[in-house]
């Protein structure tokens, strides 16, 4: 079956540090990966997209890999501000159509003033 | 990006009530939306993909009789909890894809949380 999983559950790191958060998969062959910031009592924001055919994709202070071979995305948050404090969110996406995202469990990441 | 609504962001409700939770699309027409829960401190789990003008499909587990849900036009889906009991108690949250512009974002709407008494 198919399975996500987002490396730690919860990630401390120091201002203006660049925190990376990974996210794993198995049993998936994915179109997109995208990820979601969560605030408590609140739905999923969306953050960034990168298609199956690109290696890397930059928004701001984000960045987002994909690696299809290692199954992996690595996402990037530089200099961290306590704002970024958040659960964040990979999902996994089959294709352009009305299929459903799969998500991970999240990390939860605490940025330290 | 665009936006989608839920009502209400909050419902008390006693043991064997039926609560109704509405999901829009403010601002773009979605032709397919999707249900999640969430338990606290765990991932969403989908419950069902409602389709505009046909029945929704259900994931494993997930009962049809208990979670209405219809999806009567491209702005709006219902999703009711019937006979609720304290184990429905949960973050419910809706979304909607936004195709516009060959984007394949899917966005959510602010949650409902339900507690069953």
């Known amino acids: 079956s198919q399975k996500i999983e987002q490396n730690s559950e919860a990630l401390n790191i120091q201002e203006g540090k660049t925190a990376t958060l990974t996210c794993n998969y198995t049993n998936y062959s994915p179109a997109y990966l995208q990820w979601y910031r969560q605030d408590p009592g609140r739905g999923p924001v969306f953050l960034l997209l990168?298609?199956?055919?690109?290696k890397e994709k930059r928004k701001e202070r984000l960045k987002v890999t994909f690696d299809t071979t290692l199954k992996q995305s690595l996402f990037h948050i530089t200099a961290s501000q306590p704002a970024d404090s958040a659960t964040y969110l990979c999902a996994l996406d089959g294709d352009s159509g009305n299929t459903p995202l799969v998500f991970g469990k999240g990390t939860r990441l605490s940025v330290i003033a | 990006g665009a936006v989608v609504s839920q009502h209400p962001s909050r419902v008390i409700c006693k043991s064997g009530t039926s609560v109704k939770i509405e999901c829009r699309s403010l601002d773009f027409q979605a032709t397919t939306m999707f249900w999640y829960r969430q338990f606290p401190k765990q991932s969403l789990m989908l419950m069902a993909t409602s389709n505009e003008g046909s029945k929704a499909t259900y994931e494993q587990g997930v009962e049809k009789d208990k979670f209405l849900i219809n999806h009567a036009s491209l702005t709006l889906s219902t999703l009711t909890v019937t006979s609720a009991h304290p184990e429905d108690s949960s973050f419910y949250i809706c979304?909607?894809?936004?195709?516009?512009?060959?984007?394949?974002?899917?966005?959510f709407g602010p949650g409902t949380r339900l507690t069953v008494l």
């Open positions: 979304s909607a894809r936004d195709k516009r512009g060959g984007l394949n974002e899917q966005f």
């Open positions: 990168i298609r199956e055919n690109e």
